[in-house]
């Protein structure tokens, strides 16, 4: 896939990474994902990005308040983040943090929706987003995981433009498949929470793509994190959700590979 440059609007545009210790997180993730990084940007409080094979990929960041999670974040690109804002409050979502400039790379927004989950919203100014994705080492997918699937449906429909995929070969029981207004190609997909995981909250999983499973779970494990599920087969490839050796959950998706012809 050619580099990116431009987002449609609901469109995942990047991802960053809240850790407690910004040095130990570049260690995992630079040995994992074959990611380098620059220096941090010291006036956005040390947020670091990351690039694979010189093409930005994703962000660490020091956690700035120990209260904060230690988790993955996602944005979405709009352009204008003003109406995205009032959307948000009309559709039944609450501002966490209203739109403010960061520098000039862009503006930032941080909201959240009915169920709770947590998303940023991306107005783009130097700063475009992925410059590389749906390759080794870059993003490739998300996931939205609901306690009321119908109520987070509609709000990204509204919000975004969502579009679900009920009869897609992707789509199943409990999930449905998502795409953006014109396109072909589905962007993620929401998945229903069930009574089995009460305690579990309404939340985003950002996946990479790797091109060896296998040896990504070995060399997560061996590096301190663990698997939390999988790997195994979904509609996209193996997948497996794992956290870091700080806390900071999210997936990781091999190739699909082609069916072996019969004999």
Known sequence: MTAMTAFPEGAPCWVDAMLPDLGAGKRFYGELFGWTFDEGAAEFGGYTVAFRDGRKAAALMPRPDPSMPVSWGISFATPDIARTEQTVIRSGGRIVCAPMPVGDLGTLMVATDPGGAVFNVWQAGTHRGFEISGEPGGYVW??????????????????????????????????????????????????????????????????????????????????????????????????????????????????????????
């Open 142 to 263: 998300m996931g939205l995981s609901a306690r009321l699937p119908h109520t987070a449906d509609a709000f990204y429909a509204e919000v975004f433009g969502f579009t679900g995929v009920r009869d897609g070969p992707s789509a199943a029981p409990g999930r449905l498949p998502w795409r953006l207004p014109g396109a072909d190609r589905e962007i993620g997909c929401r998945v229903a929470l069930g009574p089995d995981r009460p305690d579990v909250p309404d939340h985003f999983t950002v996946c990479f793509l790797t091109d060896a499973m296998d040896e990504t779970v070995r060399t997560a494990t061996a590096l301190g994190g663990t698997v939390t599920g999988g790997p195994h087969s979904s509609p996209g490839g193996p997948f497996a959700v794992l956290r870091d050796n700080q806390g900071a959950t999210f997936g990781v998706m091999a190739p699909k590979q082609p069916a072996r012809p019969q004999n």
